[in-house]
DNA sequence: TATTAGCACTCGCTTCATTTGAGTGCTAAT
DNA sequence: ATTAGCACTCAAATGAAGCGAGTGCTAATA
């Protein structure tokens, strides 16, 4: 059978409507609210059709359709047109995204949480920092009698540090020479890459200061060994209790569960890095993962030199072209300063 | 009327079973399962007093009762039994506990987690870190040709630090004679308390720096302004979703909003902060805040010279004896190291 | 030949009345 | 003082009737 212009304006048509009203939408409804010349009788054969070609289905016999996961498919894939975000919505975001961020994951934090705000969905974000940073410098820094701190300065400004507690007594003048000593030493290295001569060089030119060099370096390892600290963040979860295939206690359930559960986000997001496009999976579309009637609207993202994927999550039934928009606006919008000055590059870490 | 030690069993009876099975309790539930020396009808003369004297209530005249507002209040202050933590439940908040703990935020997120899958109940956690610190070091360290990073050392070692942008350049010989300059300048006073003549006098005795002495200082107050940076987080919202007093969507929605809503569990556990010990706040008593039918359980812990509150939000008929017991085992055993050696109190913090 | 009007039919909801049963309060007996 | 017994109450479960949105099919129309 064939896919003719008039089956896609009633796809289209079902679709848009049943986004709206999330109730199974009948021949009369469109015939009086999308294609007005054609009378419902015709509209119901075409949609006979349409349900035989598999995008539309009915709950039961006598009730309006429904599409199909392929109904939507084409939606988003060929039908649906771009929506123009408000500037409601641009300055919303704007706004939550101005504000100071120190950290990065503060700032991915604040994005999730500006779309989750935007789009009323809930969302869920990833940043997978790709750090391949190199030393910069080393400082030590006694806080008391047995205690010091190491701190590590990367390349790109990055700081790592840890107190750390010590047998022997280090003091200011022991400890900004050993801070030279180690800067000279480790600089310009991966924080990965401390050969044992090194180590042992180290140790054999500053006496009595093995205790440290050891924290230093096995510290070191151990920041590094983070690599794939991949924060998984999620925001929004309640706006999903709104939506009436969410009224089912059972059906909330599940998905509030998904949502709360690190692992089962990850392993749902990180199937495609289809670059920097935004990329829309619908239903159970394989992929496997219980989000069953749910969809999945996926950007990547980079900022400063980390990169992560920032998604919406919501009913199949989603507004696709306004949750497409608002990923657009806020991934693009990301490289550029997104409403700050020259503070925005500004890359802050602390406590 | 007398309180009988009678109508305490009782009392405690009707308590002890709605927390169990949630539905109103009978009199005759009372006389099979707990006071199995009386008769049912005795047990609802009883039960009638009962409710004249405020401690408990029908939903309708024809059901069973179920506590008041007061009637949880002396079951929690005096009728109550310590709950005795089950192995399983300290081994599962050990492990929880066990996993290095970077940042202090990362631990009590830790903490709150553990809490929410033992309890199964919902649990709110707030930093309320009481900064005095005093400095102890500034560091500068120049990573490009136009940009440094400034670290700033505290008491307690904790590290701040930022990347700035500057207009001059700044060398690392610079730097090291600078970051000695102010470390003398500034060591040993609070954040806020730099004066302006501090200020000037550095700037006269390193002409040139103007510029990165500016950034230092407002780097400084800023930080300091973020005393109250009071970080809340929130776990196990989903939990509650298993009670059958959340099986009504809309009661589910009122109370995950206000879970999501930081200033609103800001507000909810600022109230009391009565010492270390645990304390109870049941339904609407007072204090406001939409967390009617909900109780709050609160405890003040401390760790390594920073402070704050869990607590475990969860419906009035929570099952308090077990609660407590695991924030107590949870709060307490902070202080001492909670399953890891000398390693638990190496404070670290990073990107 | 494509479209449309018309009509019988389906089937999920809503409404309303009825039944059921757990639980109470009261009274009279122990 | 306690208890057995009984009439009464009321929420919840059950089920029948009617409604109405929507369909598929057929026959009339352009």
Redesign the pocket.
């Known amino acids: 059978m064939e896919f003719t212009d008039r089956k896609r304006r009633i796809l289209h048509a079902v679709v848009q409507d049943y986004i709206e009203t999330a109730?199974?939408?009948?021949?009369?409804?469109i015939a009086r609210k999308y294609v007005t010349d054609?009378?419902?009788?015709?509209i119901?054969?075409e949609?006979?059709d349409l349900?035989e070609m598999g995008y539309l289905e009915?709950p039961?016999?006598?009730?309006?359709?429904i599409p199909t996961v392929l109904g939507y498919r084409v939606f988003v894939d060929s039908l649906m047109e771009k929506y123009k975000l408000s500037v409601m919505e641009t300055i919303r975001m704007q706004e939550a995204m101005s504000e100071k961020a120190n950290r990065f994951d503060k700032l991915i934090e604040k994005a999730s949480l500006a779309i989750a705000n935007v789009t009323n969905y809930a969302t869920v974000a990833i940043s997978s920092g790709k750090k391949r940073n190199r030393i910069k410098a080393v400082q030590l820094v006694p806080v008391s009698e047995k205690e010091a701190v190491i701190i590590i300065v990367t390349n790109e400004g990055g700081v790592k540090s840890k107190k750390v507690r010590l047998d022997g007594f280090v003091d200011s003048g022991e400890a900004v020479m050993l801070s030279a000593e180690l800067t000279k030493a480790l600089s310009g290295r991966t924080l990965g890459d401390i050969s044992l001569e090194t180590v042992v060089r180290l140790k054999s030119e500053n006496e009595g200061a093995d205790e440290l060099i050891d924290k230093v370096v096995s510290f070191m390892s151990e920041t590094c060994g983070e690599k794939d600290t991949r924060e998984v963040i999620s925001h929004g979860g309640v706006n999903l209790l709104k939506f009436p295939e969410y009224s089912d206690i059972e059906k909330a359930k599940e998905i509030l569960e998904v949502l709360d559960n690190k692992e089962q986000l990850q392993s749902m997001i990180n199937l495609p890095s289809a670059g920097n496009k935004v990329n829309i999976i619908i239903g159970d579309e394989k992929n496997g993962i219980k989000l069953k009637d749910c969809s999945l609207v996926l950007c990547n993202y980079e900022f400063n030199g980390n990169e992560g994927t920032i998604g919406v999550i919501g009913p199949t039934r989603m507004d696709y072209a306004r949750v497409v928009s608002a990923l657009e606006y806020l991934c693009e919008g990301m490289r550029p300063q997104l409403g700050g000055g020259t503070d925005k590059l500004e890359q802050r870490e602390e406590e």
Chains 1, 2 share one sequence.
């Open positions: 109730e199974p939408v009948g021949s009369r409804t054609l009378s419902s009788a015709t119901r054969n949609m006979a349900e009915q039961h016999s006598s009730a309006g359709r």
